[in-house]
């Protein structure tokens, strides 16, 4: 398991009849605030002001094609020579990180495949290498541009 510690960040919040909205920085717009977009808008934060990796090379809920189905990944983040890198799949606070959570992000590394695979919900968070075809755990993620 890789300790994530979340910087502060001075969150845009909104409420509009009863229901709460978040301003997601990169994708400039606002979003309805569930448990899973503010799992998204922390680790994202992480990503950005503590690891470092370059906002000009980070893509949010970009739809995928996986066969017939559309699918949308969390973050996604390129290397200097914008290609994939890493991908992230959140889940809210309250879902487990299954076995589950780890095939659907592999199932979304077959349409858009990367060395770098992390899934987390907040509080618990895995991060893994494929080499060789296989998945090796990883215990920090890694530095951008290595």
């Not at 906002?55 to 066969?67: Q, S």
């Not at 991908?87 to 879902?95: A, H, P």
Request: glycine content about 4%; hydrophobic content about 40%.
């Amino acid at each position: 398991m890789i300790r994530i510690e979340y910087p502060s960040f001075p969150f845009r919040l909104k409420k509009e009849e009863e229901k709460e909205f978040i301003f997601d920085e990169c994708r400039r717009q606002w979003l309805r605030l569930t448990s899973e977009e503010w799992v998204r808008q922390n680790f994202l934060q992480y990503l950005l002001q503590v690891m470092k990796y370059p906002a000009a090379l980070t893509a949010v809920e970009k739809e995928i094609r996986l066969g017939e189905l559309k699918k949308r990944f969390d973050i996604l983040i390129y290397d200097k020579q914008h290609q994939p890198w890493l991908m992230v799949e959140c889940k809210g606070m309250e879902v487990p990180l299954s076995d589950d959570v780890l095939q659907q992000v592999l199932r979304y590394n077959m349409a858009v495949p990367v060395p770098y695979l992390v899934i987390t919900n907040g509080s618990v968070c895995f991060g893994y290498i494929r080499k060789n075809n296989q998945l090796q755990l990883l215990e920090s993620l890694p530095e951008f541009g290595i």
